[in-house]
């Protein structure tokens, strides 16, 4: 239930934004509002605006405080339990995420990043016992996850324009949606959900 609203709430958001950038081009170029002569005007208000978030962002985790937070420049975070589980939390915008995970009791993961490619080296990971969710989503790039073969895996994957292949089964086009469980899935005690969603680019997991 809880990955089913964390997809629909980052599909929404996705919607909304395209939704305003369109509207406003549209008023542009029908001018009514002249957009183009405020970019141009104010745009490095945006370097100014990406310069104090990340001196904020890196006085939040130097007092070890740091909060995950998907549309930050960059956020990093990885909980480790005195039992030995481990979560990760990983976010950029505007750059790639490129991340190995070799937690021997693995609890869960969200990876997401705003123009950039996602590529996960999980082949070491081991699971706690359990059923754990790893999520990880895109808007512009990429996404390569690798597991391990022997993994008890459910695997989902969404993807509005581009490819997915899941253990060499792939399928194209737009509105993409594919579904794919390991054979000891359903009745192993340990059991990882990786849900995917892509808005452009392409989605393997191998």
């Known amino acids: 239930m809880a990955a089913n609203q964390q997809i629909s709430?980052?599909?929404?958001?996705?919607?909304?934004?395209?939704?305003?950038?369109?509207?406003?081009l549209l008023f542009d170029r029908l001018g009514i509002w002249r957009l183009s002569d405020l970019i141009f005007t104010w745009w490095p208000l945006i370097l100014i605006a990406f310069g104090i978030k990340i001196l904020i962002s890196k006085n939040v985790a130097q007092n070890n405080k740091m909060k995950f937070n998907r549309f930050a420049p960059y956020n990093f975070s990885e909980?480790?339990?005195?039992?030995?589980?481990?979560?990760?939390?990983?976010?950029?915008?505007?750059?790639d995420i490129n991340r190995r995970i070799t937690a021997k009791k693995f609890t869960g993961a969200t990876f997401f990043c705003f123009a950039g490619d996602i590529e996960i080296d999980a082949r070491e990971m081991q699971l706690a016992e359990g059923r754990w969710q790893m999520n990880i989503d895109g808007i512009f790039?990429?996404?390569?996850?690798?597991l391990p073969h022997d993994l008890p895996v459910l695997i989902r994957g969404k993807c509005t324009a581009g490819d997915i292949v899941i253990r060499d089964m792939k399928s194209s086009g737009l509105f993409v949606h594919r579904s794919v469980a390991s054979e000891s899935f359903k009745n192993s005690p340990t059991q990882l959900v990786v849900s995917t969603l892509l808005l452009f680019g392409d989605i393997k997991v191998e």
């Open 9 to 24: 709430k980052s599909v929404l958001i996705t919607g909304l934004v395209f939704i305003f950038i369109g509207a406003i």
């Open 79 to 95: 909980t480790v339990q005195p039992d030995g589980t481990s979560k990760v939390y990983e976010s950029r915008s505007f750059g």
């Open 141 to 146: 790039g990429d996404i390569h996850l690798r």
